[in-house]
């Protein structure tokens, strides 16, 4: 089964790694990963065990922007050390060690880290809503200028703030003095700061006769015009290079997404007939108002650097 994009942070053994000693059995069957790559296409897994797949069930192939979900076959689904899949199979390539799961009697494991993954990504709200993720990969915007976005400063640069971060190179960059009529700049020229939030292109080369008045090597572009930035850009991290309090992040999500299914209502005392859980109060010991439980509150601590300053 071909699928939307989808950007998974997290995989099933990163989540068993950081989670507590826990029984998983009833949200995870099979919990494998790949032996060797298939290309794009591929209706069969080489993976290291096909114990605990069940035949025409949900796979899910979670590896970071390539993640997707496909069907095992139906019987037979398997043979020695081979899933095979449903048509057209793998929307994808996929490299070796990429974890393969599938879900147990009350839910999928990595239906949870999927969720969390996009839940991390609107709380930070990098992109757009048809467009987040935090993967490096190149992306291209038109800004309107003047906005905290994009504008000229005093030293009659332009500074750029784009909707994702941390920025690590830049490739194309120009400015639209009038709708489709734009002047390109040099973007070796382009510098970005530490955290990789902010562009700066201090050298503006000069725009053709009858354009803005410039001064040798600079043009002078009026502050107040309305005009657009045009940025091609590469932004986010490696596959592979995800910052640790960020994956720690999603963790925490994925685990509040699984504290659903032992206390769907929310109550703040479980007595189950011995056994008497007592939950965290929301809000509790007047520290914090927001309602979230624990795992969400230390989440969105964890989440301040990712998350965009300018919506």
């Known amino acids: 089964m071909a699928t939307p994009q989808l950007n998974c942070y997290l995989d099933v053994p990163g989540f068993l790694a950081s989670q507590p000693a826990q029984s998983l059995a009833s949200i995870l069957g099979g919990n494998t990963t790949l032996t060797a790559s298939v290309l794009l296409g591929a209706t069969s897994l080489p993976v290291g065990t096909t114990a605990g797949f069940q035949a025409g069930t949900l796979v899910y192939l979670l590896d970071g922007p390539n993640t997707e979900i ?65 993967f490096a990969t190149s992306r291209t915007e038109k800004l309107t200028m003047p906005t905290t976005r994009a504008y000229i400063d005093r030293a009659y640069g332009l500074m750029l703030r784009p909707h994702w971060f941390p920025v690590t190179a830049v490739s194309a960059v120009s400015i639209e003095a009038s709708p489709g009529v734009g002047v390109s700049f040099d973007p070796t020229q382009a510098e970005f700061d530490t955290g990789g939030m902010s562009i700066a292109v201090p050298q503006l080369a000069p725009l053709p006769p009858g354009g803005y008045p410039n001064l040798g090597a600079f043009t002078f572009y009026p502050r107040g015009a309305q005009m657009w930035a045009n940025l091609t850009y590469t932004a986010g991290f490696p596959v592979g290079q995800l910052p640790w309090n960020f994956l720690r992040a999603v963790s925490f999500v994925a685990r509040e997404y699984l504290a659903y299914a032992r206390n769907p209502t929310g109550a703040a005392i479980i007595r189950q007939g011995d056994v008497m859980l007592v939950q965290r109060l929301k809000g509790s010991g007047g520290k914090e108002t927001s309602g979230d439980t624990i795992f969400m509150v230390q989440a969105r601590q964890l989440l301040q650097p990712y998350k965009a300053l300018w919506v």
């Open 70 to 134: 496909v069907f095992a076959a139906t019987p037979p689904y398997t043979t020695s050390g081979t899933l095979l899949l449903t048509a057209p199979g793998c929307a994808y390539a996929h490299g070796p060690n990429v974890s393969v799961s599938s879900g147990g009697t009350m839910g999928a494991l990595g239906d949870t880290l999927l969720a969390a993954s996009s839940w991390v990504e609107e709380y930070c709200q990098q992109g757009s809503p048809q467009a987040r993720g935090f």
